[in-house]
């Protein structure tokens, strides 16, 4: 149940290795020292990793950038980002981004593929941590998105 934060962002990293270098995308993590070990579902923050980092790799141009972080906020809360250097989403499709089925553009959609639930799905898994998921855009600067997961369970049950 604890879980090396590095480690996870670097095995996310890994596994998307192969899709990334088709495009000549380089991935960075970048991990905060004080960050350490968490307290999460590995299996699902896993799958909003997958979905953020698919979302990365497809909305970005060749040679482009991807920058997964984790650092600790005031409240010790973990947060992590999965920055792009993307194509970016237009500031009007911001506030549906995280609807089911929403997707930004269908000519530009189609042709990647996909349902528009990835965004929805992820951020059904962090409200299930009793975390927030947000997302900031800029059209053809790129894309972050953070969630942040409290870690309350770690002071309550000092074993
Ligand atoms: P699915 O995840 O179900 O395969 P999808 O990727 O289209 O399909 P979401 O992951 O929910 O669906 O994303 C919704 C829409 O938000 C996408 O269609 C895309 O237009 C936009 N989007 C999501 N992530 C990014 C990103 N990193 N950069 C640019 N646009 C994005
Ligand atoms: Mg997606």
Known sequence: ?????????????????????????????????????????RDQIDQVLDNLVSNAIKYTLEGGRIELSARLQDNDALAVSVKDSGIGIPKRDLSRIFDRFYRVDKARSREMGGTGLGLSIAREMIKAHGGTITLESEPDVGTTVTFILPQLQEKGEQS
């Open 1 to 41: 149940r604890d879980t090396d934060v590095e480690e996870m962002l670097e095995e996310v990293a890994d596994r998307f290795s192969v899709q990334m270098r088709k495009k000549a995308i380089r991935a960075v993590v970048g991990v905060d020292k004080r960050v350490g070990k968490a307290i999460l579902d």
